[in-house]
Every structure is written in structure tokens, then in C-alpha cells.
């Protein structure tokens, strides 16, 4: 199909409780009403579909350039269409450093040669990621990236002065920055999260304040220079309190959490197998209750994947050796799905604030998470709310397989995600109409 075919999404459900069609002209939401479609155009049915605008992940890592014998540009976008997403904002821990703007334009290039979501390159706070040096915040935010996020994550950006200087910086052109909060000192060798489990297996503790005290810090330093912080992948209930009392306070914070805070806990490290090894750890379940109600209340603002893929000789190792992260960009919507739209915490309308509106917002992308409505990008993911699936790792079309959730099934799945009009994804339950 040519990017400029006609399409007709007939009897959906438009953010889960407006019946409706929609139909798409050259990039653009033409109508509401299937009976406008133009002659030829191509027909989908609807029926039992929950239409949400196209998800926007703040928080992937795509490995290009530099490891992709992890994942590429094309497989990481591959593997985020076949999730329901649009748009995903490319970690800056890639070989070299996306702390220039040659580098952050050759991610950006990428992408949009791949064109299967739009890739927007996330800038290094500091040179290196080392923590001693700004980068070039500036030139790669007037770069063709038109970069408006950066971060050091995988690293935090530990230094005060430092930290408030990109803040300060950042507020020069709109940007954000969004820090990995970890203080280096509370988790030196640290394997999991500091509690009965980590005693138990006789593993070095993440202790909850390492993450709890740069947060704090962190709001009052944004509060102190006037300026934008996002608290990446929040994963302790003292951190969703901290981002609670800082809302309140007028401070100009936000907060996502992880698809795995919502779903597993430190129990799931017992077998000491590697891929329920990330970074923070997985917390207990009173973590998880507090995460999933501060996300339902609105205190935390998005979810994001961390989509962190790793070749198998980085997790089939012992634990101690093993890579921290696990993949998420095709389990993200059935895992909200199963812990927050089915629990009740959470509407399909509020699921796609959390996962398109609001990324979109933090980012800066005005062409993303826009409404369903006449006039607007043509970028929509068709949910089945019903298509309950087994998570297969190696079915995923990420280079890499490092999922903890194989075997576990879940609720629903995106299974059509359109770019401006064009499928990027389509389920083979649509045959004829290819992606």
C-alpha cells in the first residue's frame, strides 16, 4: 500500500466508550463517519477494537550505534510498532555517547529512513555520561533532532551543582532533564532490592532511599532555578510520596513508571534468574501498590517501557554477572491492560493519556498524542482488548529475547498501529491490507 491509500476503520470503539469510525486521508483523520471514505479506499472492521491515539514511549533504549548485535534502529522500531507505538525517544547510552549533535542526528536520520515510528533522540546531560562534564545541550537542541530531553540514564546524574546547572540550561529552550535516580554510593555492587528477599539469597542490596534522596534533592533543585525534572522509571512508594508532596507544592516534576513495577516484585528474583535482573530493582508488592494507585491518581504521569534489549551472552550468565534490563516494548499495553484497566484503577481513556498524550507533552511532540478527531495526525493503535496471548520471547521482533515474562499471559494486544496514516503494524486477522 502507498502512504498516500485511504483507510476506514469501520464500528470502533474511540477511547473505549464513544462508538465510531474513523477514516484516514493522506497523513490526516478525514472523518468520524465511514460513510465519507473516498472510492478505494481500504476497509477494516472494527468491530471489538478499542481505537487509542498512537502510544509514545519517553524511555527506550534502541543500542544504535554501537550495539546491534543488541538491537538496531530498525528492530527496535519494528518491535515498537508491533506494540501499538508511534513514537519512541531513544536512550542516549549508545557507542559513542549521544552527547553531540552529529550523534544524535545520525539517530535521528536513522529513524526516519527506518520510518516505522518517529524516533526522537534523547542528549546526554554530561559528556560521556561520565557526570564531570555538561554536554552539548544546546547544539543538539538546535540540531535537526530538535532534542528536548536528555538524560544520563543508566547513570545518575549524582553531582548537585552539575544537576542544576543543566536545569538551568535546559530552561533556555524548553527541554527537560530526566534523571535516573540512584545515588552512587547507597548501591556500590548492589544486585536487587535491599529487603528480606536480597537476605535471604545472600544478594548486595539497592536500598529504596537511594532512589527516594535524589528525587528529593532533585524537585527542590528544579523548584529552586524554575525549570522541568522527570523522575525516570519511579519504582519505591517513598518515591511516589516524594513526587506527591512535590505536585502539590507547584514544583514542575514528572514521574513514569515501569510496565515490570506495575506487575512483579523482588519475590521473582528467588530463582536467581537474570532476567528479572533490572535497574531499579523489582520492589515488593507494597511498592507496586503504591505505584499502580499513585499512577491511577495521576501522580505519576506516564508509563514507560525502559526497553533495555541485551544479547543472550549478557543474561545467560550467573546473576551477579548478568546485564541489568529486560525488553518491553510488545508486553507494555497487555501489562497495563492486566494491572490497571481490568483491576479498575485506570480507563482506556486514561490509558491513552498515559501512554500517548502525556508522553507526547513531556517531549515536546506536538504531532503525537493529539485527539481522535477531524483534522488530526492519522496516528492511531487498534487495541483487542480480548485477544488474551502467552508472552513468547523469541516471537518478539527485538534482536534481543531478554523478557521475564515467558509463559505469563496476558489480557490484550495492539494489533493495528498507524503512522501518519500508513499501518506500521497490522495482525495477520487483516488479510489483504499490508503493513
Given amino acids: 500500500m502507498s502512504a498516500e491509500t485511504a483507510y476506514v476503520i469501520e464500528n470502533v470503539s474511540l477511547y473505549g466508550d464513544t462508538p465510531g469510525d474513523l477514516v484516514l486521508v493522506v497523513g490526516r483523520i478525514a472523518s468520524l463517519n ?53 513514537a519512541v525517544h531513544a536512550m542516549a547510552n549508545t557507542t559513542p555517547t549521544a552527547d553531540t549533535a552529529g550523534v544524535v542526528e545520525q539517530v535521528w536520520s536513522r529513524g526516519r529512513e527506518v520510518g516505522l515510528v518517529d524516533v526522537f533522540p534523547v542528549g546526554a546531560v554530561t559528556v560521556g555520561l561520565n557526570g564531570t562534564q555538561l554536554s552539548e545541550m544546546g547544539a543538539m537542541a538546535n540540531s535537526r533532532a530538535q532534542v528536548r530531553v536528555f538524560s544520563d540514564d543508566g547513570k545518575c546524574v549524582h553531582d548537585s551543582l552539575l544537576m542544576r546547572r543543566a536545569l538551568e540550561y535546559v530552561k533556555t529552550f524548553g527541554g527537560v532533564v530526566a534523571q535516573h535516580a540512584q545515588d552512587p554510593r547507597l548501591t556500590e555492587g548492589s544486585q536487587m532490592h535491599e529487603g528480606t528477599v536480597s537476605g535471604e539469597l545472600g ?84 511498592d507496586v501498590d503504591a505505584v499502580r494507585a499513585g499512577l491511577a491518581d495521576g501522580t505519576i504521569d506516564i508509563v514507560a517501557t525502559d526497553h533495555a534489549p541485551h544479547p543472550d551472552e549478557d543474561k545467560d550468565c550467573e546473576w551477579a554477572a548478568a546485564a541489568m534490563g529486560m525488553i518491553g516494548l510488545e508486553t507494555a499495553l497487555g501489562i497495563v491492560q492486566k494491572t490497571m484497566v481490568d483491576t479498575g484503577a485506570l480507563t482506556w481513556r ?20 493529539r485527539p481522535l478527531d477531524v483534522g488530526e495526525p492519522a496516528n492511531v493503535t487498534l487495541v483487542d482488548p480480548k485477544a488474551a496471548w502467552t508472552v513468547e520471547p523469541s516471537a518478539t521482533a527485538s534482536r534481543s529475547n531478554n523478557s521475564p515474562f515467558g509463559g505469563i499471559e496476558l489480557p490484550g494486544r495492539a494489533v493495528a498501529t498507524f503512522l501518519r496514516g500508513t499501518p506500521t503494524h497490522l495482525d495477520p486477522r487483516f488479510e489483504g491490507v499490508s503493513a
Fill in 34 to 86: 465511514a460513510a465519507d471514505a473516498p472510492e478505494g479506499a481500504v476497509r477494516i472492521d472494527g468491530s471489538g477494537l478499542v481505537a487509542l491515539p498512537g502510544l509514545v514511549d519517553l524511555h527506550t533504549h534502541l543500542r544504535e550505534p554501537g550495539r546491534e548485535d543488541a538491537e538496531t534502529i530498525e528492530s527496535g522500531s519494528r518491535s515498537a510498532a508491533k506494540g501499538g507505538f508511534v
Fill in 203 to 286: 544478594l548486595a542490596g539497592w536500598p529504596a532511599v537511594a532512589e527516594e534522596s535524589i528525587i528529593a534533592r532533585d524537585v527542590l533543585l528544579a523548584e529552586h532555578v524554575g525549570s522541568r525534572v522527570h523522575i525516570c522509571h519511579l519504582s519505591t512508594a517513598g518515591s511516589v510520596e516524594i513526587i506527591r508532596w512535590a505536585k502539590a507544592r507547584g514544583i514542575d516534576v514528572t514521574a513514569e513508571a515501569m510496565p515490570h513495577h506495575l506487575l512483579l516484585t523482588d519475590e521473582s528474583a528467588r530463582g536467581y534468574d537474570p532476567r528479572f535482573k533490572v535497574n531499579p530493582p523489582l520492589r515488593t508488592q507494597a
Fill in 350 to 369: 486514561d490509558v491513552a493519556r498515559v501512554l500517548s498524550e502525556t508522553p507526547a507533552r513531556i517531549g515536546r511532540d506536538e504531532n503525537h498524542g
